[in-house]
C-alpha cells in the first residue's frame, strides 16, 4: 500500500472511532433529554407552589373579609 492509502486496520479504526463518537454524542443527547426532563419538572413543580401560594392568598383574603363583615355587623 502507498502512501495515503488505507489498509483494513485503518478502516477498521476509522469505523470504531466513528462509533464510539456515535455513542457518546448518543449518551450526550440522552443527557440532555433528561436535564430538560429535570428542568421542566422543576417549572412545573414552581407553577404548583405560585399557584398553591395564590389560592391561600385568596382564601386568606376572603377570610380577612369576611371577618370583616361579621365585625361590621356586630357593632
Request: aromatic letters at 0%; hydrophobic letters at 45%.
Amino acid at each position: 500500500m502507498g502512501i495515503g492509502s488505507l489498509d483494513e486496520v485503518d478502516v477498521l479504526v476509522l469505523i470504531l472511532g466513528i462509533h464510539a463518537e456515535a455513542d457518546h454524542m448518543h449518551a450526550e443527547g440522552l443527557q440532555l433529554r433528561e436535564l430538560r426532563i429535570l428542568i421542566r419538572r422543576a417549572e412545573l413543580q414552581r407553577m404548583h407552589e405560585v399557584d398553591a401560594a395564590k389560592h391561600i392568598a385568596r382564601l386568606g383574603r376572603a377570610r380577612g373579609e369576611k371577618n370583616s363583615q361579621q365585625q361590621a355587623e356586630g357593632d
